[in-house]
């Protein structure tokens, strides 16, 4: 026997949701830039403990904001 049971949409729940599969892409997103830039920026040097504009660079990105209260 298969008991049915309708979902109830829950705007206050898909707004959390929303907010937090952005955040998580924005993490992705930014982790998958700096590891761009870090390889680029690897190539043209020998040492990677000559240059500190990669650290400085990658301590200036802003984290995702926060999910929104509930």
Same mark, same amino acid.
């Given at each position: 026997?298969? *008991?049915?049971?309708? $979902?109830?949409?829950?705007?206050?729940?898909?707004?959390?949701?929303?907010?937090?599969?952005?955040?998580? !892409? $924005?993490? !992705?997103?930014?982790? !998958? $830039?700096?590891? *761009?830039?870090?390889?680029?920026?690897?190539?043209?040097?020998?040492?990677?403990?000559?240059?500190?504009?990669?650290?400085?660079?990658?301590?200036?990105?802003?984290?995702?904001?926060?999910?929104?209260?509930?």
């Amino acid at each position: 026997r298969k *008991v049915v049971r309708k $979902l109830h949409f829950d705007p206050e729940i898909e707004k959390t949701a929303k907010a937090n599969r952005k955040a998580a !892409r $924005l993490t !992705r997103e930014s982790a !998958r $830039l700096a590891g *761009v830039t870090q390889e680029t920026s690897e190539e043209g040097v020998s040492s990677p403990h000559t240059s500190d504009d990669k650290t400085n660079s990658m301590a200036e990105v802003n984290p995702p904001p926060p999910p929104p209260p509930r």
